[in-house]
């Protein structure tokens, strides 16, 4: 069993930076690969980034790639999304998530955490 807590969402303008965090639970964390995901209102829960059990792999959406950066600490338990020259559209609750397998993929993802908003005002 695998508890996830994020934090770091906020208010900030377009061009600005956000660091998420996403504390886990458990002994076990570094067998999971970890991701993120967003909802914004009205639309579908989406993938934004993942990483491998020991960071051997990332991959992201086209849309944050070369703005956003996913790592992990292993001996910390947490996962970490470092958000750079944010936009409007990148408004959303982000969802940290814990699997056993490298997809996109909601549904296979096992633990979620609760989500923390981020808004980016123009």
């Known amino acids: 069993q695998v508890q996830l807590v994020e934090s770091g969402g906020g208010s900030v303008q377009a061009g600005g930076s956000l660091r998420l965090s996403c504390s886990a639970s458990?002994?076990?964390?570094?067998?999971?690969?970890m991701s993120w995901f967003r909802q914004a209102p009205g639309k579908e829960r989406e993938f934004v980034a993942l990483?491998?059990?020991?960071?051997?792999?990332?991959n992201y959406i086209d849309s944050v790639k070369g703005r956003f950066t996913i790592s992990r600490d292993n001996a910390k338990n947490t996962v970490y999304l470092q958000m750079n020259i944010l936009k409007p559209e990148d408004t959303a609750v982000y969802y940290c998530a814990a699997g056993l397998r490298i997809t996109g993929w909601a549904n296979d993802y096992d633990y979620w955490g609760q989500g923390t908003q981020v808004t980016v005002s123009s």
């Open positions: 458990g002994r076990s964390f570094y067998s999971y690969v």
């Open positions: 990483i491998g059990w020991n960071s051997d792999s990332t």
